[in-house]
DNA sequence: TCTTCATGAGACAAATATGTCTCATTTGAG
DNA sequence: CTCAAATGAGACATATTTGTCTCATGAAGA
């Protein structure tokens, strides 16, 4: 077949996703399995495992960035900004999740990378902060944190059948605003 | 030595937990070594990579019971005692999350123990609904996960060292009620 | 002191995973 | 139809993991 199957290197890599995003250590077996792939053409497209497992985590950055920044470009605000970014990263919370469970020692430059998309949400949260969506008393790491984590709740349950995507990120985002924006009195 | 080390039982127990929630396909080797254990040691605790899972299951269940059980029973609303009970469970996040991440497909009995622990959650949520602590219109599944989700959030706030237990437990459930209390406008 | 027993170290075989190759098949392009 | 490229199947050697055993050590209890 001279192309029928232009993605099949896509599938490899969302295989990836849906396999090392719950079991970092699963065989390379599995993931050419869940790709509907031969072991053989895995390693015609990624010759070593660590060499999938770092074009993994670039397309994961990439493809999040792209989901964002298409996402954001008509924002008014750091607010509907930050709004936006949640329900565009909801249905990549494969690529999140990722991210955040698979040790990225081996590559400086990826680690690098995450760790820059980290700050730049969490300078998101300070100017929305400044907006009032935000109290300023509540640590922006925490709210940086809660941010992944409720996305990530909405993918569940959108992955369970018991929310549209556009119920669950109604959800994330009332949860977390609602929440947040009242000052912690104590 | 005798006796020494009356809790090697316990060391691998927490040995498994930090290394499989973080790798549910780690090897023994890695446990072991976490556990400050040689291998043969492990496997005389227990025999198999099965046996321990199921131990790690059932041990997990019974210390998240435990500490449950204890932190609630003078609770006079299901409301402080859905607050007590995060706080209780931010320390063993560790053992939520094998749960969450561990498939358990192989021990029918584990999985319907487990099963039954979420749907407690759910009815508590269902009471403290009536409490007036959260919104009726929203989904009590979606509650629960992120009651999960924001205790999951409080543990990593702890572990990088951003947070105490007190102010992590402080900020998760501020973060639950202050959003969920507001019902849903539209 | 002498005994007992949990342990660490490590040998070992079997199972599993990894990476490389080869070969036959399929399918789209020409 | 013919050809070239991509693929699946699977053989193969190597590396890693697993589970079993044995042996020497050292500390607790007699």
């Not at 300070?126 to 109290?135: D, H, M, N």
């Not at 994330?172 to 009195?185: D, E, K, N, R, V």
Request: aromatic share 8%; no cysteine.
């Amino acid at each position: 077949m001279k192309k029928i199957k232009l993605d099949t290197k896509d599938a490899i890599l969302q295989a990836g996703f849906d396999v090392f995003s719950k079991n970092s250590g699963a065989s390379l077996d599995k993931v050419a399995k869940r790709a509907g792939v031969g072991r053989a053409t895995l390693h015609r497209y990624y010759a070593s495992r660590d060499e999938l497992i770092e074009a993994l985590a670039w397309a994961a950055m990439e493809e999040l960035n792209q989901a964002v920044d298409d996402a954001v470009k008509d924002a008014q605000s750091y607010t509907e900004g930050l709004r936006l970014a949640l329900e565009a990263i909801v249905p990549l919370s494969n690529r999140q999740l990722f991210l955040a469970n698979e040790p990225l020692d081996k590559n400086p430059k990826i680690a690098e990378a995450y760790q820059k998309e980290q700050q730049e949400l969490i300078a998101d949260i300070e100017q929305a902060k400044r907006e009032g969506t935000f109290a300023k008393d509540i640590p922006s790491k925490w709210i940086a944190e809660s941010f992944e984590a409720l996305t990530y709740t909405a993918w569940v349950m959108i992955k369970d059948g018991d929310a549209t995507h556009k119920q669950a990120a109604d959800l994330a985002w009332h949860t977390l605003t609602s929440g947040l924006s009242t000052p912690m009195s104590k």
